[in-house]
C-alpha cells in the first residue's frame, strides 16, 4: 500500500518553476515549470538531449538545480539527495539498469533498506519482502537468484520491483519498457494503471509513444532544454507530439529505400549451435540487405548474434563471410575479418564511458589516427571524429566530451560512428532504437539504409516489428533457439511473424553469457 496523502487532494503532487541547469558551458534545462496531480499519468517526451533525464534527475536527488523552485505536497523543497527525495516518496527507475550483478534479487529490491533482527540482516523477511513485490508485477523471478544469471528483460522486473518496495507517493519511471517484450511490457503497463487507482503520481518517460495512448493522461513537451506544451493526452494526436518534439513535421516514420540488395551471399552459417543457447542455425545475409531478426525474448537472436561476433563461443557449426570460412575465437577475429556488433546495451558492450566521444570514434581502428611511430596523432583523431560528428549528427559541444555525459541516443551514434570509421562488411545491430527518440530513430534507420546501400550486410535485431516490417528486406524468425522460418518482409504480416515465433516446444536451459572485454568497444 501507498502511504496516506494529505487531505487536500486538489492541489498537484509536484510543481517546478523555472527550473534551469548547467554543466560548464552547456545548458542543459532553462526555465522549465511542470506540475504532476495525485493519480495522475503525466509523460514527458522529447527528443534525445531534450532535458527529459536531467529533470527528472533533478527531482530524485541526483543533480542540484542552478535556478528554480520545486514544490512537493504543497510545500517548497531542496531534495538534498537520493535518501531526501526517497524520504519524501520520490523514487525513480532509471533507463540505465543499476543492480549489483553478483548480488541476489532480494538483495538488491533491498539493497540499503535491509530488514534486520538485532545485529543481522534478516533474510526471511528480505526475501519474502521481495517475493511480494515480484508477485504484484505478475512475473516468475527466483529471489534467490544472483541478478547476473538473469536476462535483461527481468533485471528491468526486478528494478521495478525495487522501486515498488520503496512506497512511491511520486514515481518517476525513466523507459521501464525498452527492454521488455510484449507480454512483460504489457504487465508493467498493468502496473502502471494499479499505481495510479491508489493515488501515486507518475512520471513516464517512452520513446514508444503508441504505447503512451493506453495509460497517459497529460504530456508535457521539452525541447532543447526548454518547455514547450502541455497537452491533455485525449485532446492532441502522436503527430502533433513529435511534432512538438522536433519543432517541424514528421511526415514518414522510415525512410524510403535507396538500396539495391545483391544475390551474392556475404554472410552465412551453417550448423551454428551453442549447447543451452540456440541451434543448429542456418541463415544467409545477402550484399546490400538489411535481414531482421524477430523473436520473442529469450528466443536466441542475441545469442546468435554474439556468437557470430566471437562474444561467446559455439559448439559447432560454420561461418563464411564473402565465401571464405572464418575461424572466430573472439571479437578481434571479428572485427578484423569486418563483421561489427552494435549491442542492445551500449554503456557496457559498445563505450568506454568515460574516455571522449573522439577516442570512442576511433577505438576500433587507433591505426588511422596514428603517425609511423604508432602513436596516436590527437589532431589527426579530433579531425577524424570531427568528420563523423557532423556526418552523423552527434550533439556534444566538442570531441573531448566525455561519452557518458551525451544522451542515449548521441550515445548510440558514437557507436555506429566507431564501425563506420572501421568500415565492417556486415553490421549486426542488436535493438539499435532502444530507449531512442522518433527524430534520432529516424537518422539511425538512414545510416542503416546507407550502409546497405553501400554492399554492407546489416543485420536488425529488434523486438518492435514495426520496425522489422518498416526497414528490414527479409525477417528471420527465431523460436526457442532454433530458426523457425524466414520470410520475404513484403509478402507477410506482424501476424504472420508472431505466428512462427509463438508456437514453440518447451524452451531450452538459459546459458551464462561469457563475459567480454570488446577491443576497440
Known amino acids: 500500500m501507498s502511504p496516506p496523502l494529505r487531505d487536500d487532494q486538489s492541489a498537484p503532487l509536484l510543481r517546478t518553476l523555472g527550473v534551469c541547469k548547467r554543466f560548464d558551458n552547456v545548458v542543459a534545462l532553462s526555465g522549465v515549470a511542470l506540475e504532476v496531480r495525485r493519480g495522475e499519468v503525466h509523460a514527458i517526451c522529447g527528443e534525445n538531449g531534450a532535458g527529459k533525464s536531467t529533470l527528472m534527475k533533478i527531482l530524485s536527488g541526483v543533480y542540484t538545480p542552478d535556478e528554480g523552485e520545486i514544490h512537493f505536497d504543497g ?118 494503471q494499479d499505481l495510479k487507482r491508489e493515488g501515486v503520481g507518475i512520471l513516464y518517460i517512452s520513446h514508444r509513444l503508441d504505447e503512451l495512448d493506453h495509460i497517459v493522461d497529460r504530456v508535457t513537451v521539452l525541447r532543447d532544454g526548454q518547455y514547450i506544451a502541455t497537452r491533455d493526452w485525449a485532446r492532441t494526436s502522436i503527430n502533433e507530439i513529435v511534432s512538438l518534439m522536433v519543432g517541424r513535421e514528421l511526415n514518414q516514420q522510415f525512410p524510403p529505400a535507396t538500396r539495391q540488395p545483391r544475390s551474392e551471399v556475404m554472410l552465412k552459417t551453417r550448423g551454428l549451435r551453442r549447447e543451452g543457447a540456440f541451434g543448429p542455425v542456418d541463415f544467409e545475409l545477402r550484399r546490400g540487405e538489411i535481414l531482421g531478426f ?27 563471410l564473402a565465401g571464405e570460412r572464418l575461424r572466430v575465437r ?69 570531441p573531448d566530451q566525455p561519452a557518458r555525459l551525451l544522451s542515449g541516443g548521441n550515445q ?8 563506420l570509421l572501421r568500415r565492417a562488411r556486415v553490421v549486426l545491430f542488436d535493438e539499435p532504437t532502444r530507449g531512442i527518440d522518433v527524430g534520432a530513430r529516424y537518422a539511425i534507420y538512414e545510416l542503416m539504409d546507407q550502409l546497405a546501400a553501400q554492399g554492407v550486410g546489416v543485420v536488425l535485431i529488434s523486438s518492435d516489428l514495426p520496425e522489422i516490417m518498416g526497414l528490414t528486406d527479409r525477417v528471420a524468425v527465431f523460436r526457442q533457439g532454433q530458426l523457425a522460418g524466414t520470410l520475404q518482409t513484403r509478402d507477410c504480416s506482424q501476424q504472420d511473424i508472431m505466428q512462427l515465433a509463438s ?19
Open 75 to 192: 510545500e517548497p523543497v531542496r531534495i538534498g539527495g537520493l535518501a531526501h527525495a526517497q524520504a519524501l516518496g520520490i523514487v525513480m527507475i532509471h533507463q540505465e539498469l543499476n543492480l549489483v550483478p553478483h548480488l541476489s534479487v532480494a538483495e538488491n529490491i533491498w539493497l540499503g533498506r535491509e530488514p534486520r533482527r538485532g545485529w543481522f540482516v534478516d533474510r526471511g523477511r528480505q526475501r519474502d519482502g521481495a517475493r511480494v513485490c515480484l508477485q504484484r508485477l505478475g512475473v516468475d523471478i527466483d529471489p534467490d537468484a544472483q541478478v547476473s544469471s538473469l536476462s535483461i528483460a527481468q533485471q528491468q522486473m526486478v528494478e521495478i520491483a525495487k522501486a515498488l518496495s520503496m512506497q512511491a507517493r511520486l514515481l518517476i519511471m525513466d523507459e521501464p519498457t525498452s527492454s521488455l517484450g510484449e507480454a512483460d511490457a504489457a504487465r508493467m503497463l498493468k502496473v502502471v
Open 294 to 320: 524477430a523473436g520473442l525474448v529469450g528466443a536466441g537472436r542475441t545469442e546468435v548474434a554474439r556468437a557470430i561476433f566471437g562474444a561467446d563461443p559455439v559448439d559447432a557449426g560454420d561461418i563464411e
Open 330 to 398: 573472439s571479437p578481434r577475429d571479428a572485427i578484423a575479418a569486418g563483421i561489427a556488433y552494435v549491442s542492445e546495451d551500449r554503456k557496457a558492450h559498445g563505450l568506454a564511458v568515460k574516455m571522449s566521444v573522439a577516442q570512442n570514434i576511433t577505438l576500433a581502428h587507433i591505426g588511422a589516427v596514428s603517425n609511423r611511430l604508432g602513436f596516436i596523432d590527437a589532431s589527426r583523431e579530433r579531425a577524424t571524429a570531427q568528420h563523423y560528428i557532423e556526418q552523423l549528427g552527434i550533439r556534444t559541444p566538442t
Open 412 to 419: 548510440q551514434k558514437v557507436v555506429i560512428a566507431k564501425w
Open 503 to 521: 508456437f514453440a516446444p518447451s524452451p531450452l536451459p538459459k546459458p551464462q553469457p561469457a563475459a567480454f572485454a570488446l577491443q576497440g568497444s
